[in-house]
């Protein structure tokens, strides 16, 4: 799995767009971006994944650029219930294979 | 929605106790895990199961065993518990699409 590089923390104030950049340099072709988050003492939660088009549900935006070298995840309007450690994972989706999260971003939404 | 859920939230034993840690999926996924999360070493993967009655060792499965019987169920079982092994346990299901769905954990501490 390609490694990605993820700021530590971040902060956002309530009802802004949350912006979470992700670099992924070394992403093969048929590698996906997945992104989950993880709320204190609670288990990963899934957000969101694509491999090359710009993906929206109803929790977030993800946005790849055309190189695929990076992305960003969007909170369109952050809640103090987003305040979570975000994990961005690129993988080939192969059905059985571990997950591997990185240290996160833990993002903080201040009221 | 995908559920996943686990059979306790937390959970306090003495070294040498048996142990049994039980996830349920209700989404007909063919695909079990169970990963345990410490501080500073991420999530780690102990064993999976792809099918009723089968299973693969993870990366630490060491002091584990894992029992299938039903699709939906997928069991930890620690033989003897260890204080090293006072952790939170994760218990997540897929598809072979592969996105992982997480359970809520369960904080096991070994005295």
């Known amino acids: 799995d390609a490694k990605t590089t993820q700021p530590t923390s971040m902060d956002c104030a309530e009802g802004r767009a949350a912006n979470l950049p992700c670099n992924h340099s070394t992403i093969s072709g048929n590698e996906y971006v997945y992104w989950y988050r993880q709320i204190h003492s609670q288990g990963p939660q899934y957000i969101i994944h694509g491999l090359k088009n710009n993906e929206t549900n109803e929790m977030a935006s993800l946005i790849i650029t055309e190189d695929r070298k990076s992305s960003t995840l969007i909170l369109p309007h952050a809640t103090l219930r987003d305040t979570a450690v975000y994990y961005c994972?690129?993988?080939?989706?192969?059905?059985?294979?571990?997950?591997?999260f990185g240290t996160g971003t833990r993002l903080k939404v201040l009221a | 929605d995908v559920k996943v859920t686990q059979s306790s939230r937390y959970l306090v034993k003495r070294t040498g106790e048996k142990v049994f840690l039980e996830c349920v999926q209700d989404m007909d996924h063919e695909n079990m895990f169970w990963y345990r999360q410490d501080p500073g070493l991420g999530l780690r993967l102990i064993y999976f199961s792809y099918d009723v009655k089968m299973k693969e060792k993870g990366d630490i499965p060491e002091g584990y065993s894992v029992s299938r019987e039903k699709k939906e169920r997928f069991s930890l079982i620690l033989e003897s518990a260890s204080t090293n092994q006072t952790s939170m346990y994760l218990c997540?299901?897929?598809?072979?699409?592969?996105?992982?769905?997480f359970g809520p954990g369960t904080r096991l501490t070994v005295l």
């Open positions: 994972i690129v993988r080939v989706p192969t059905g059985t294979y571990k997950y591997i």
């Open positions: 997540a299901s897929s598809l072979s699409t592969d996105t992982q769905y």
